[in-house]
């Protein structure tokens, strides 16, 4: 996949009398937009989200442990929901971190806080499919997988052996593509990008008077706004200079929208938005800073339904060839997807593109009788189709 490098010709601009329907025409102080995303304070940086760069290592490591039938349930579970100190993963760095993602999954400020009901629903879920992966799955590796019985096949012309349970879901691709969703999704849209969250107690006059956190060099504000972007960039090399595809998660999925010319610029729209976000804070211009956030909302949740309708589409396209094994793990990749719409974001509202009920309504739909072993092709494109009318785009459009 080609690389997509951002801000090489973007060019630093100056935002005076930003004003929306909302404010009345109010205008705010004078926002300068930057180049890159490097703000400082006293020559010091005062960009951080180590934390979310923590947590998408952990992600690599989890979602490869999946596929290895020699880890038991009891180490995934640890791993998905590590212990500071406890022995999980390889890197001894993560061992030692505090983070964990089972208590970042559904977990955003403005969809769960007053929401636990569901919250644990989907928690539990992400259980479900790991004893799954573990108790059914991984038993059954090296027998052929049939309707009603876990296992594995081949893709056609000796490719890649694909492992699935008995419905025919690949889990890890469900797990892999459900976090994008739950996690990475969920705190960028609906929690550090969230008036709820920026605004907090003191935040805005803290900001206004340059209050840093005690022993930081950046106000709370300004660094809800990093932790955001650190769950997009938070694994490229140099974020000021961003290439995508650099994780498994979010930055590789907006690096295959973007390949798409039917989508083409919506990386560039993302990145700009951050900055400008960012650069709006530390002039105090909320009202810039809640535009931007409205326009990373919109298409960060883009960036799930494309993708999950071309995998539905492409899987289709394979089950008619007679390829079940690369059918199962394109449909897979496209229901992980489909989990996650409904931690998406409408902007200027405060719902998702697709409901929780909506979203499980999918999920039974494909988990009926013998799961993918039964599914249509006219399944495929109705589901496809309510996904990109509700969207605004075609399903056409995503078959690239």
């Given at each position: 996949?080609?690389?997509?490098?951002?801000?090489?010709?973007?060019?630093?601009?100056?935002?005076?009398?930003?004003?929306?329907?909302?404010?009345?025409?109010?205008?705010?102080?004078?926002?300068?937009?930057?180049?890159?995303?490097?703000?400082?304070?006293?020559?010091?940086?005062?960009?951080?989200?180590?934390?979310?760069?923590?947590?998408?290592?952990?992600?690599?490591?989890?979602?490869?442990?999946?596929?290895?039938?020699?880890?038991?349930?009891?180490?995934l579970d640890a791993m998905f929901a590590h212990v500071e100190g406890a022995d999980d993963f390889l890197d001894a760095d993560l061992n030692a971190s505090d983070k964990?993602?089972?208590?970042?999954?559904?977990?955003?400020?403005?969809?769960?806080?007053?929401?636990?009901?569901?919250?644990?629903?989907?928690?539990?879920?992400?259980?479900?499919?790991?004893?799954?992966?573990?108790?059914?799955?991984?038993?059954?590796?090296?027998?052929?997988?049939?309707?009603?019985?876990?296992?594995?096949?081949?893709?056609?012309?000796?490719?890649?052996?694909?492992?699935?349970?008995?419905?025919?879901?690949?889990?890890?691709?469900?797990?892999?593509?459900?976090?994008?969703?739950?996690?990475?999704?969920?705190?960028?849209?609906?929690?550090?990008?969230?008036?709820?969250?920026?605004?907090?107690?003191?935040?805005?006059?803290?900001?206004?008077?340059?209050?840093?956190?005690?022993?930081k060099s950046y106000t709370t504000m300004e660094h809800k706004w990093d932790e955001a972007f650190g769950y997009l960039y938070g694994a490229e090399d140099d974020a000021?200079?961003?290439?995508?595809?650099?994780?498994?998660?979010?930055?590789?999925?907006?690096?295959?929208v973007e390949a798409d010319e039917d989508f083409a610029g919506i990386a560039q729209t993302v990145y700009d938005a951050f900055k400008l976000g960012r650069a709006a804070?530390?002039?105090?211009?909320?009202?810039?800073?809640?535009?931007?956030?409205?326009?990373?909302?919109?298409?960060?949740?883009?960036?799930?339904?494309?993708?999950?309708?071309?995998?539905?589409?492409?899987?289709?396209?394979?089950?008619?060839?007679?390829?079940?094994?690369?059918?199962?793990?394109?449909?897979?990749?496209?229901?992980?997807?489909?989990?996650?719409?409904?931690?998406?974001?409408?902007?200027?509202?405060?719902?998702?593109?697709?409901?929780?009920?909506?979203?499980?309504?999918?999920?039974?739909?494909?988990?009926?009788?013998?799961?993918?072993?039964?599914?249509?092709?006219?399944?495929?494109?109705?589901?496809?189709?309510?996904?990109?009318?509700?969207?605004?785009?075609?399903?056409?459009?995503?078959?690239?």
């Amino acid at each position: 996949m080609k690389k997509i490098a951002l801000s090489l010709f973007t060019i630093a601009a100056v935002l005076t009398s930003c004003s929306s329907d909302d404010d009345n025409g109010a205008s705010g102080p004078q926002v300068n937009t930057p180049v890159t995303y490097e703000f400082s304070r006293d020559g010091n940086s005062t960009v951080s989200y180590s934390g979310q760069t923590t947590r998408i290592a952990m992600g690599e490591e989890f979602v490869t442990a999946l596929k290895d039938n020699a880890y038991s349930e009891a180490q995934l579970d640890a791993m998905f929901a590590h212990v500071e100190g406890a022995d999980d993963f390889l890197d001894a760095d993560l061992n030692a971190s505090d983070k964990s993602l089972r208590s970042k999954v559904a977990a955003s400020q403005d969809y769960f806080s007053a929401n636990t009901t569901d919250a644990n629903a989907i928690k539990t879920q992400f259980d479900t499919w790991i004893s799954d992966q573990a108790t059914n799955v991984f038993p059954n590796w090296n027998n052929t997988a049939s309707a009603g019985n876990a296992g594995q096949l081949q893709q056609a012309g000796g490719g890649t052996v694909r492992y699935i349970n008995a419905k025919g879901f690949e889990l890890n691709q469900f797990v892999a593509k459900g976090l994008i969703g739950s996690l990475m999704t969920d705190q960028i849209l609906n929690n550090y990008l969230s008036p709820a969250v920026l605004d907090e107690a003191s935040n805005i006059s803290n900001n206004d008077n340059d209050i840093v956190e005690e022993g930081k060099s950046y106000t709370t504000m300004e660094h809800k706004w990093d932790e955001a972007f650190g769950y997009l960039y938070g694994a490229e090399d140099d974020a000021t200079m961003p290439t995508l595809d650099a994780d498994s998660f979010l930055s590789e999925y907006m690096d295959r929208v973007e390949a798409d010319e039917d989508f083409a610029g919506i990386a560039q729209t993302v990145y700009d938005a951050f900055k400008l976000g960012r650069a709006a804070i530390v002039a105090k211009n909320y009202t810039v800073r809640d535009e931007q956030a409205e326009i990373i909302k919109e298409n960060i949740s883009k960036i799930l339904a494309v993708r999950g309708v071309y995998y539905l589409q492409r899987g289709k396209e394979v089950l008619a060839e007679g390829d079940m094994a690369n059918a199962f793990h394109q449909l897979s990749e496209g229901f992980g997807f489909v989990y996650s719409l409904q931690f998406t974001r409408q902007p200027g509202t405060n719902s998702p593109y697709f409901s929780k009920s909506e979203v499980d309504a999918f999920m039974a739909q494909i988990s009926e009788g013998n799961g993918f072993w039964d599914i249509t092709p006219e399944a495929l494109d109705a589901i496809s189709t309510a996904i990109a009318d509700r969207f605004g785009f075609t399903v056409a459009q995503t078959i690239n």
